[in-house]
């Protein structure tokens, strides 16, 4: 039993729970190759059926509950979150939610442009699009849906006009599919108001044939980038910033770049973030092995305060350091293998 009094809630590790990351849906429009590959996310793999999905309702409670146990920034994602139908409603909805500081929501820009304006009305504050690319040649043959550049470049501009500025771009850096795209990206973004951000290629477990030496360093990046415009370290913006900040050393607007380095450098000390899955399951960890259900008590008609204390009990037995003990092993050559699938609780 959990009493209000308890509050702030904090996990083993002392951390709080302060983001909650929303998997609105499991389907995507893309394959990427290092996330939804063809092989296994293909034709006859069978996504969940709508009722399994929770509601917009639900996911509203869900998130008054959360935020009254201390979480303040809320995430969409998915799968592809501007594929569920009228997620603009569901942003409107919990934006009502108090205590709820942030909206953002994680996309990669396919129906962004169309949707931008609708979002930003609702309340949403901010956006993340992935591109991994400027090279159509690359970037296709990475999100493996033909989606073309250009597309994508025009949903940023589209975000950033209906008022979702500055958008943040993501990355993912694979030695040998896009190492060669870092500066071409680095030069574009310069300038442009948007953070680019270079996140470290991870192991989603058995569906991306993930191999260490695919993974390009943040060290790496910084210095290739440094080299060509000098650069130097920013303060985190808020405890608990996954991101590494740099901005261009000569002061001339050219902006800020990030570092996400989730294998070389784990920020797991540093963690408050829990995952909803879109049929209801609580993750702790972006590479636990299972979650906790709270769709079965939603819809057995749990009260709120039953539902608190469920999540709180699982948050004050969180012990999840998975990355930091991984990298700590993979020194010594073993590796753990979990099963994550981004589709299901969002990157
Ligand atoms: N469909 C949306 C999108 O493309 O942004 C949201 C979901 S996607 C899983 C969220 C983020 O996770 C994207 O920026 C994606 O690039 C990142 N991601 C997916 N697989 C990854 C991996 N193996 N390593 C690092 N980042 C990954």
């Known amino acids: 039993m959990i009493a209000i009094a308890e509050l702030p809630l904090a996990d083993t590790l002392a951390r709080p729970l302060r983001d909650l990351r929303i998997s609105v849906t499991d389907r995507c429009q893309f394959r990427c190759t290092y996330c939804m590959p063809r092989e296994v996310f293909g034709r006859n793999f069978v996504f969940l059926p709508r009722e399994q999905l929770l509601t917009f309702e639900?996911?509203?409670?869900?998130?008054?509950v959360f935020a009254s146990l201390g979480v303040r920034k809320l995430r969409l994602t998915g799968g592809e979150p501007l594929l569920r139908r009228d997620v603009e409603r569901l942003v409107a909805m919990l934006a009502g939610i108090r205590d709820i500081q942030d909206i953002a929501l994680t996309t990669n820009g396919a129906l962004l442009a169309g949707k931008a304006r609708a979002l930003a009305a609702?309340?949403?504050?901010?956006?993340?699009?992935?591109?991994?690319?400027?090279?159509?040649?690359?970037?296709?043959?990475?999100?493996?849906?033909?989606?073309?550049?250009?597309?994508?470049?025009?949903?940023?501009?589209?975000?950033?006009?209906?008022?979702l500025a500055p958008v943040k771009v993501n990355m993912v850096v694979r030695r040998g599919v896009n190492g060669q795209s870092v500066l071409p990206m680095a030069a574009h973004f310069r300038h442009s108001g948007?953070?680019?951000?270079?996140?470290?290629?991870?192991?989603?477990?058995t569906t991306n044939g993930w191999r260490l030496d695919e993974v390009v360093p943040a060290a790496e990046i910084i210095s290739l980038i440094g080299g060509q415009w000098p650069l130097e370290p920013v303060a985190p913006a808020y405890h608990g910033e996954v991101a590494s900040r740099y901005r261009y050393r000569y002061r001339d607007g050219a902006g800020e770049i990030g570092v996400i380095a989730s294998v070389t450098q784990p920020f797991c000390r540093g963690c408050t973030r829990a995952r909803l899955s879109p049929e209801g399951r609580l993750y702790t960890c972006l590479f636990a092995g299972s979650g906790h259900d709270l769709r079965g008590p939603l819809?057995?008609?749990a009260s709120d305060q039953a539902l608190r204390e469920q999540v709180a009990a699982i948050w004050m037995r969180r012990t999840d350091r998975y990355s930091e003990l991984r990298t700590l092993q993979t020194g010594r050559t073993q590796q753990v293998k979990r099963?994550?699938?981004m589709s299901h609780i969002g990157g």
């Open 299 to 301: 819809r057995s008609g």
């Open 194 to 205: 948007h953070v680019l951000r270079f996140i470290e290629y991870m192991d989603v477990g």
């Open 122 to 163: 609702a309340g949403l504050r901010r956006v993340t699009v992935s591109l991994d690319s400027l090279d159509d040649t690359t970037f296709m043959a990475l999100n493996d849906a033909g989606f073309p550049v250009a597309r994508v470049l025009e949903a940023i501009a589209a975000a950033s006009d209906a008022g």
């Open 339 to 341: 099963k994550v699938e």
């Open 58 to 64: 639900e996911l509203t409670r869900l998130a008054q």
